[in-house]
């Protein structure tokens, strides 16, 4: 007695179906790799322009509840323990400005991600421009910044925060190439 048509196309897959299937998602996965970290490049920065932009709000709510910009000795930048940036983080603490926000997330996966609550690694990632104690200085140029990047992080300069709230990338020039002597 033969086999009804049915049973014979019930059968499983054979080899080659399965290894053709796996070279496929294979492909696929390779694909979308270089996808996947341009992705989180453009995350990092997303989520590094949002620290600067919540600074902002953390220094326009300073000036408007003391009247002048944080007076933080710039002095303090030559001491080994971390003294400047934690004059700063302190001063934006009262205006819900906590450690994380001071922290880049490309800097900090360059690092090994470290934990930054923890004293040994305390450090900030955007530097705090210092203005002197005229409640106006902060806003008298347009293009001021008020918190700059530490580093070229993000491949098209140090993003700045300027004192109209805009974001921007701080593109340095490149050298003209020196003109060899003609002989």
Known sequence: MRPSPLRRSCSGFTLMEIMTALVVIMILVTLMIPAYEEVRVRI??????????????GGAAYLQEYGHWPQVNPAL????????????IEAFLPFAIGRGTWIC????RELGAPDYTQPANYRTDYIAMPFDAKPRTPYKWTLAPWFVERG????????????????????????????SPTP
């Open 77 to 88: 930048l030559q001491s080994s323990n971390n003294a400047y940036d934690e004059a700063w």
């Open 44 to 57: 990092e920065k997303v989520s590094c322009t949002n620290n600067l932009r919540q600074l902002y709000v």
């Open 105 to 108: 997330p490309t800097i900090q």
């Open 152 to 179: 070229n992080v993000h491949g098209n300069g140090n993003l700045v925060i300027e004192s109209n709230g805009a974001v921007t990338e701080l593109v340095q020039a490149r050298a003209a190439p020196s003109a």
